[in-house]
């Protein structure tokens, strides 16, 4: 972790401490929401935060599992499921945002009633603590784990009501392992899909796609590609579409809705920064990896497009809104960037070029780097404006943005992928072009927020709003339940 907790922790009065930490560290907070997903999916062994993470999980287990709520008071959505078996094909095990999506899932099935089997494809050969520590809390819920293939991973699949297949590539799971029986499989899989990058449109993940009873995607320009990529490259079509789109976990909405842990957090991360209370500080979340990584929202994004979460063009627009603060003489409290999930340990070039930019323009008393983290919470609690600068065909959804939207933040979003799905321009936040383009207007967006106060306040609050609206769990469930519904009354017809 890159926050030095402890010394806060310290400082509080023993009667804040207690909960605080219940409500910081309880498990299922730990494991899907404030320590966050950006990790490398494919080397965990780059990852010693995540190494570390995982024996704090294990200590942290004994202490806290009895204080962890589970189920929930109002019906769920997914009531039909109960009873029903449901097997889940995980491409592989990681704190990266495709597995953890498909674990939360599975803990909602549980929650109803549905037994859960979890496969996951690719495992590396020598012994993982993540690993470790994710599938035992796995089988804590009740979720039973197998391997990949042989006899009972085939029967699995063979007597299953459902079978989620999760991301493009777990489509390398069922010819080697299922063989001759992959036809009696497919009409009852539901293949969830988050990726948008080129490389994942291969026949050799998806050729079966046409033939599944449906594909689940977390936006609708996501789906558009999909359908486009398979027809004109592929020449497949694909099956029925639902695009669902994600939600905050309740974990995550009891600390942004938690006025007490957001002042800490705050507090915190700004002394740490050394920024004051009333500077104003936007940030742009995510993670400069030098090979293939897993954002927040489960996008798989290659190492081609390593900018293409667009810091160096933020890093521009915040230089160019402070000439314009100057230019203008405008009276607006001190600006700060924060660029969480950078990669001090890879030193990628990418990262050197920001340094070197901040240093370039003497801007590097306002110019932050947190390291790749895991935790989210803390910097929502403690910024002012989210940046979300993702270039090309943006994210697929964008989970990070409407985890800043529960924290009351305006967003300042690239016109592209999720994030129009998500965002309302001018009412949650401000759109503006991806690339070169995009610099100046939003430089200007910048220069508009930080002058006017009640602007980006009112854009926070209904941000929030729209997220109570749309974005939450029970909405996530509500709109993964219509597919589920869906797939099963297909499957039941279908195998007859
Ligand atoms: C898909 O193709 C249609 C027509 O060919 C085009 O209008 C649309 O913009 C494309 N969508 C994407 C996401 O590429
Ligand atoms: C980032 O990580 C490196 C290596 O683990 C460490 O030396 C450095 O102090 C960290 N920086 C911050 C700002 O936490
Ligand atoms: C977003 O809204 C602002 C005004 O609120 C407008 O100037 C801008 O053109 C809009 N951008 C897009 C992409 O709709």
Known sequence: MTLKQSNAWMAMPKNKWAPMLLLLFSLSTVMVVFMRATSDSCDTSSVSS????????????????????????????????????????????????GPLL?????????GVGSDVVWITNQKPEEP?????????????????????????????????????????????????????KVPQVLPKVLWWIHEMRGHYFKKEYVKHLPFVAGAMIDSHVTAELWKNRTRERLGIKMPDTYVVHLGNSKELMEIAENSIAKRVLREHVRESLGVRNDDLLFAIINSILSSLI?????????????RGKGQDLF???????????????????KLHALVVGSDMNAHTTLEIELRKFAVEKKIQDRVHFINKTLTVAPYLASIDVLVQNSQGRGECFGRITIEAMAFHLPVLGTTAGGTKEIMVNGTTGLL???????VTPLANNIVKLATHVERRLTMGKKGYDRVKEMFLEHHMA???ALALKEVLQKAKRQLK
């Open 50 to 97: 995540t190494k570390h993470f995982g024996a704090e999980v294990n200590q942290r287990q004994a202490q806290i599992h009895s204080t962890v709520p589970l189920g929930n008071a109002a019906p769920s959505p997914l009531e039909f499921m109960k009873s029903k078996l449901v097997l889940m094909v995980s491409h592989e095990l990681s704190l990266s945002g």
């Open 102 to 110: 498909l674990m939360e899932l599975a803990f909602l099935l549980r």
């Open 128 to 180: 993982n603590e993540v690993i470790y520590s994710l599938e035992n809390k796995m089988l804590d819920r009740g979720v039973q784990v197998l391997p990949a293939n042989g006899e009972k991973a085939i029967d699995t699949a063979l007597k299953a009501d459902l079978v989620i297949l999760n991301t493009a590539v777990a489509g390398k799971w069922l010819d080697p392992v299922l063989k001759e």
């Open 294 to 306: 897993v954002t927040t929202d489960a996008c798989l994004i290659w190492l081609c497009v390593s």
């Open 315 to 333: 890093l521009r627009s915040f230089h160019e809104s402070l000439k314009l603060i100057q230019e203008k003489k405008l009276q607006v409290p």
């Open 432 to 438: 503006h072009p991806v690339g070169k383009e995009g």
């Open 478 to 480: 509500h709109r993964i």
